[in-house]
């Protein structure tokens, strides 16, 4: 099989590395921590939310994605509509909680609700989940495609080149760079993904030929919902677990948040996160389904790729591309992904430096000033820069990258969603309680892994990642509420203003009072939620 780029390809690839690194240098703004973090808090929402949706559809999507469709059909979009259900809780119930406490970090938060125990297990926990889960498998992803085309090149090398192509901007720039340029960023995704789409609906003969070969293949194909012993995504785990998931990624992940929390009023970040997942919607028809069409057009991938890739199917996005496309427009494509990776890449070493210097810097040096913060920021970066590329290649060994980002985030997530949302919602959670949880979570997670090495525990070790997940969430928000009950109760400066009540929603209700609907996040969110459920239930 072709996999090759023209000279034409490579100088538009090279031209678009120069004007995106360019572009981030220009909007670079590092003079105060404010800036540097949380770009001086003044981002306008179609910033927030196109920054929001590229921080999330990064390359390892666009291979993992389209290589689910091809190998299980329609049920992977679940991940992405489930967005639109969490982030209009999030407008609702947490984001106003964020912006009033003016929080960096969201270990920050909950030393403000819980105590520094749970600060600093929490910051620990995002940091591996933002440099082994986000990062890696994305620089992973962009592996994928460059050995398919120089499969001589050394692994070491090509993570290291995108991962300095992706940090370079911002390591100097900040959030503010990162932001803008994932703007441009997701411009050219949405574009390279619209003509590969176009181009790939043609091919195979329409979308009523893409759904027939994937009835042909297997009826289960084109469902959403799926019996409980499914492979993939049984029933139990879309109820219950892709929600835990969700929540955990858009409400409480800091390179997620970090975006809202720049933003320049409370309305601004709310019509922003509601405008990502409104950019989720058209990811079934821009991504999945082409993955279905591969089933037509490529049905031989598991022979096309032996000894070639662990996972076959994920050689149904780079087969599509240079298999389908005419040079010029491969260069486009792979532009946009690049554009994806970079977006990706530089969202989460922003937020990992965050956590790094808000979290455990200021705290061990609060004589630092601004300039000395923004410092350690920029080293923290290239630390984690280099234990991604250490990391990202042995990404290789495990059975897909779909199933390994989402697999190992099962584990890590349901504790801090446990206290969080108990923290929230209820003013007797105390920080005794929360550390206990996460700790129990912690001993769960570590079996979990030990009993799947050492085959300890087989019927454990069977049960879906996405049905572990609700149960460890049942089991830590038990270990909360038992260890809360029995130990002091919290101090009112630990609740006040951090939990809901309905006066929150009542001084809400009065701001967005006289405002029309097209600026009443509400209603918008009401429309979103509607146009979500409509695609759902139509493909159930």
């Not at 089933?295 to 598991?302: D, F, G, H």
């Not at 004589?367 to 984690?384: H, N, P």
Request: hydrophobic content about 55%; overall charge neutral.
């Amino acid at each position: 099989m072709n996999f090759t780029f023209t000279t034409l390809d490579l100088v538009i690839i090279v031209g678009y590395i120069a004007a995106i690194v360019a572009y981030g240098f220009y909007h670079r703004k590092a003079g105060s921590s404010e800036e540097y973090f949380l770009a001086g808090r003044n981002m306008p929402w179609y910033v927030i939310g196109i920054s929001m949706f590229s921080a999330n559809i990064s390359s390892n999507s666009l291979i993992a994605i389209t290589g689910g469709a091809y190998k299980g059909g329609i049920v992977f979009f679940n991940y992405e509509w489930m967005a639109s259900v969490v982030l209009a809780f999030f407008c609702m119930f947490i984001l106003p909680f964020y912006l009033k406490s003016q929080v960096y970090t969201m270990p920050e938060f909950f030393e403000k609700r819980y105590d520094a125990r749970s600060r600093y297990y929490f910051s620990f926990i995002t940091l591996i989940g933002n440099i082994f889960i986000d990062t890696a498998g994305t620089l992973f992803a962009g592996v994928v495609i460059a050995k398919l085309v120089y499969p001589e090149a050394n692994t070491i090398l090509i993570v290291s080149l995108l991962a300095m192509f992706a940090a370079g901007y911002t390591i100097f720039g900040g959030l503010s760079s990162v932001m803008r340029t994932e703007m441009v960023n997701t411009i050219i995704l949405l574009i390279s993904a619209m003509i590969l789409a176009f181009i790939v609906y043609d091919k195979a003969g329409g979308y009523q030929a893409i759904v027939d070969a994937a009835n042909a293949k297997d009826p289960s194909f084109m469902h959403l919902v799926q019996p409980s012993g499914h492979p993939d995504m049984p029933w139990q785990g879309l109820l219950f677990g892709v929600p835990l998931l969700g929540f955990y990624f858009w409400c409480n992940n800091q390179f997620i948040v970090q975006r809202a929390l720049s933003a320049r009023n409370a309305n601004e970040a709310r019509k922003g996160a509601l405008f990502a997942a409104l950019l989720k919607i058209p990811i079934l028809f821009l991504l999945v389904f082409p993955g279905l069409a591969a089933v037509k057009l490529y049905p031989n991938l598991q022979e096309m790729y032996a000894g070639q890739l662990k996972n076959f199917a994920d050689g149904a996005y780079p087969t599509l591309v240079f298999q389908l496309l005419p040079a010029g427009l491969i260069g486009l494509v792979v532009a946009g992904f690049l554009a994806a990776m970079a977006s990706a890449v530089s969202a989460t070493l922003n937020s990992a430096s965050t956590l790094v210097t808000m979290d455990f810097v200021q705290k061990l040096r609060p004589d630092l000033d601004s300039k000395g913060l923004v410092r350690a920021g920029q080293i923290s970066t290239v630390a984690f820069m280099l234990i991604t590329v250490a990391w990202a290649p042995q990404i290789a060994n495990f059975e897909s990258l779909m199933n390994y980002m989402q697999g190992v985030l099962a584990l890590i997530s349901p504790p801090v969603v446990a206290i969080f949302l108990l923290g929230l919602f209820w003013k007797r959670a105390n920080a005794d309680g929360a550390f206990a949880a996460l700790m129990t979570g912690l001993v769960i997670a570590l079996f979990t892994v030990f009993s799947q090495v050492f085959d300890w525990m087989p019927a454990w070790n069977a049960v879906h990642f996405l049905v572990k997940a609700p149960l460890l969430l049942l089991v830590c928000s038990i270990v909360q509420i038992a260890v809360s009950l029995a130990t002091a109760p919290p101090p009112a400066i630990k609740t006040s203003g951090l939990t809901w009540n309905n006066a929150v929603y009542e001084e809400d209700s009065a701001a967005l009072r006289g405002l029309p609907w097209y600026q009443n996040y509400r209603v918008l969110a009401v429309i979103l939620l509607v146009a979500t459920f409509a695609v759902v239930i139509y493909y159930r």
